[in-house]
């Protein structure tokens, strides 16, 4: 058998290199087949090409190889840490000559031969120098090369398992580990919003013609001085106008007719009674808004025959029923539960109400309520108005009489209220906001209204893109990582609870309003005693916190936390509303259910942890604080890529601040016992997920709250859909920021009930082929009945009574 010694030469001028000479070697092995040539592993020289060393001749001949140093340096990195001998290439190694044998086929010679010219001549372009080497050597040199690769990769696989064991479990979810992004939005510091004047100047409730007792009550309660839409609105309502009232949140609109109201009815000699009815109508979006309305009314009103009351979805219909059977002068509804009484309550007439308010206008077009206002509208109307031939037959002979309109004229400049034997009915329209539906809905409800603004300068050319927010309400945005939504919203509730004694928290489904709730209640609010001693490496790790630990805890928050949304029934949510109004410090964890009229007076801080779907709701989140002049502070979470929902407000007159939420994590630190932030946060993010891990019930609460999550995120309305967009966020880091674990697929199939962790089925009795052995005792076997003995071709299939047995002696 035969094998070729190559030496290889370079021309400097062209760098191409050709063969010098082949010199035939002899050798002595017979074992194998003549059309195959054999190699010899020449470590010597392949050392040297691994280390990179060039030579200016490589010429070695087969059996002059020795065991140097170098051949043991190969052999040893051909070895795994492991200690066992592994020969990916299929080499076999002789233990006292350490050479090498492999079979190839002649006809790939010329292959490895081209191969090797090719990497030879690239190999000479940059170090310039003529080498004589055989062509099999750079293929072994190739297999090393691939040996050594997959020896390191198979060394860095068993550091990472031994890393991972012995690791911290900060490490396990790689919560700082994300792609640093910059925040491109630029603010307007010379920016200089739409401001409104709240309070009038001088006039107060006593300058005007109301009853006594009505300036008392008002006092009583800290309402002495008018505000400007009270002003403005209040001389126009009493006059008996239709009114088409905007005003910003929190300037006293609801004031601005229930004094009115109050007094026109208070004024009617004699005294209205009980059998009267219904005189004045006021319809609200919200539950929780009809309630403080009759509160407010409550308040204010000393004349005990007007009775104020109330209707909405939720209460018993028949205490409701009762309550209008009696008589109801002043009724608040909404909108779904007015018009179910009026079609199916045959006691509730409305054929005197001379006063309808349609309060927070604009609320009750986007929750879609326009077509039942509407035939609120006409069934009022139809009641009010009767067929009588006489009044058609005069109205006609005074067509071309002018007496009519000063008859007209002299009636709209009284309060129709004050009149009980009047016809006609007043319309109130109130709003925030000034959108093309209210103006439609008002040319619908009143044939023609004054309108009033508190803006001077606006009134005559208002602009729709402009936004009025209190100038005493600092607004701000804050930008985080997805991965870090969860934790910074701990940290900022910490922080700003010391300081802030009421906290709207606004989400965007009812879903994960209950995940937070149950989370931040159960282990952020109260956490382990000695938690600074159980450590796991560097970060601190709270695990089988449950509740049935025997682990001692502490208050961390000395606040409490309550929850509100549409999904809640109604006697949970009057407690709420309730319960967070009288408490001296609170967080509420809610929707917009609540974002509309809802007036807290202590409350000095939004939160609003998800974007609103239209931005009109923005400036009805941010109006719950700095109602009536106070200062409140309202934040807003964005990631990275909604960042532009800045620069979008700024152009209606809107402007925020970038808040730096380093402050507010260095309470992370005190509270997880830890010196760097980012440790601390770690060690929450690593609490909330070993407690959701634990607990089935939270875990499939948050599972739901994502999915709710994602869908919410996908009905955003088509002006800001351009700033919040699905198809550009990450779910992977959405699901982390839920305290999961689990892939976005993963979480779909536990909410579907497509994963091993859901419950399994309860056996169906009927179906199930086994039972214990104390119900097989207890069941007598059923007896079969034969049906061909009781019945027959001309049986009816009813089964006949039998008769009862006669006692004896009757």
């Known amino acids: 058998m035969a094998s070729f010694d190559v030496t290889w030469n370079t021309k400097a001028a062209t760098g191409k290199a050709f063969v010098r000479k082949r010199k035939k070697v002899e050798t002595s092995d017979e074992s194998h087949p003549k059309k195959s040539i054999k190699l010899t592993n020449l470590k010597n020289e392949n050392h040297n090409l691994v280390n990179k060393k060039p030579q200016s001749t490589v010429k070695k001949k087969i059996g002059n190889l020795s065991t140097d140093k170098s051949s043991n340096l190969i052999r040893s990195q051909q070895t795994r840490k492991d200690g066992a001998t592994k020969n990916i290439n299929k080499i076999d190694h002789n233990k006292n000559s350490g050479l090498g044998t492999k079979k190839f086929p002649s006809k790939k010679l010329s292959e490895t031969t081209a191969t090797t010219s090719q990497h030879f001549e690239k190999h000479s372009e940059t ?3 003529s080498m004589d080497v055989n062509p099999t050597e750079n293929f072994n040199q190739t297999l090393i090369k691939r040996k050594h690769k997959k020896d390191k990769l198979a060394a860095k696989a068993n550091a990472t398992d031994s890393v991972q064991i012995n690791a911290t479990k900060s490490e396990s979810h790689k919560l700082f580990n994300v792609i640093h ?5 630029k603010t307007n510091p010379r920016g200089k919003p739409v401001v409104e004047q709240v309070f009038s100047d001088t006039q107060k409730f006593s300058d ?12 009583k309660i800290g309402f002495t001085t008018l505000t400007s839409v009270q002003e403005k609105s209040i001389p126009v309502i009493l006059k008996g106008y239709n009114a088409l009232i905007r005003s910003q949140t929190g300037s006293g609109k609801t004031l601005a007719y229930a004094v009115p109201i109050l007094d026109a ?13 219904v005189q004045a109508i006021i319809i609200v979006p919200t539950r929780e808004l009809a309630l403080q309305t009759h509160e407010l009314f409550g308040k204010i009103n000393t004349f005990q025959w007007i009775v104020v009351g109330h209707l909405c979805g939720g209460e018993n219909r028949n205490t409701e029923k009762n309550r209008l059977r009696k008589g109801v002068h002043v009724l608040i509804a909404t909108p779904g539960r007015l018009l179910d009484h009026m ?9 005197k109400v001379r006063c309808l308010v349609l309060d927070e206008a604009d609320r009750l077009l986007d929750m879609g309520f326009k077509k039942d206002i509407m035939r609120i509208v006409e069934e009022i109307d139809g009641n009010n108005t009767s067929y009588n031939p006489l009044a058609v037959l005069k109205a006609s002979h005074k067509k071309f009489d002018s007496e009519p309109e000063a008859v007209e004229t002299s009636s709209t400049e009284t309060f129709s209220l004050r009149d009980p034997k009047s016809k006609k009915r007043q319309t109130i329209l109130l709003s925030a906001t000034l959108t093309q539906g209210i103006a439609e809905l008002a040319d619908f409800t009143m044939k023609e209204h004054t309108y009033i603004d508190t803006l001077d300068e606006f009134t005559t050319n208002f602009s729709q893109d402009v936004m009025i927010i209190p100038n005493t309400v600092k607004q701000k945005f804050v930008i985080t990582h997805v991965k870090h939504r969860l934790f910074t919203l701990s940290a900022m509730l910490l922080s700003l609870e010391k300081t802030c004694s009421k906290m709207f928290v606004f989400m965007g489904t009812s879903a994960m309003v209950d995940f937070h709730y149950e989370l931040f209640t159960k282990h952020l609010a109260r956490m382990p005693l000695n938690r600074g001693r159980m450590k796991s490496g560097d970060v601190l790790v709270l695990e089988g916190m449950e509740e049935d630990s025997d682990e001692e805890e502490e208050d961390i928050l000395e606040v409490e936390f309550f929850k509100l949304h549409g999904s809640m029934d109604q006697k949970a949510r009057k407690e709420v509303f309730k319960g967070f109004r009288e408490v001296k410090k609170g967080i509420l964890l809610c929707t917009d259910v609540v974002a509309r009229g809802i007036d807290v007076p202590t409350a000095d801080c939004i939160i609003q942890y998800n974007g609103p779907l239209k931005i009109e709701d923005y400036i009805h989140r941010v109006g719950r604080t700095g109602r009536a002049g106070k200062s409140g502070s309202s934040y807003i979470f964005l990631t990275h890529e909604e960042q532009d929902f800045v620069a979008m407000m700024e152009e209606h007159k809107v402007y925020l601040k970038q808040e730096d939420t380093e402050p507010h994590l260095t309470e992370l630190c005190v509270v997880m016992e830890e010196e760097h932030l980012e440790k601390a946060a770690i060690a929450l993010q690593r609490h909330y997920e070993n407690a959701i891990a634990s607990n089935k019930e939270l875990h499939k609460m948050a599972c739901v709250a994502y999915t709710s999550w994602s869908r919410f995120y996908n009905t955003f309305s088509s002006k800001l859909r351009k700033v919040f967009d699905f198809k550009q966020v990450n779910l992977g880091h959405y699901v982390t920021s839920f305290g999961l674990k689990e ?8 909410v579907r009930g497509q994963m091993a962790k859901k419950e399994p089925q309860k056996l169906n009795r009927k179906l199930a082929t086994h039972e214990d052995e104390e119900q097989k005792q207890h069941t007598p076997p059923k007896k079969k009945k034969s049906i061909s003995l009781t019945t027959s071709e001309f049986s009816s299939g009813l089964n006949f009574e039998k008769k009862k047995k006669k006692k004896p002696g009757t």
């Open 265 to 277: 009815l208070q004024s009617i000699n004699p005294r209205l009674q009980r059998s009267d009815g």
């Open 127 to 129: 170090q310039n120098f």
């Open 343 to 351: 079609l199916h309550t045959n006691a509730f007439k409305t054929d």
């Open 743 to 750: 892939t976005p697929t993963q979480v779909a199939n536990i």
């Open 181 to 185: 992004k910059d925040v491109h939005v």
């Open 208 to 219: 005007l013609e109301i009853h006594k007792y009505i300036v008392s009550n008002l006092a």
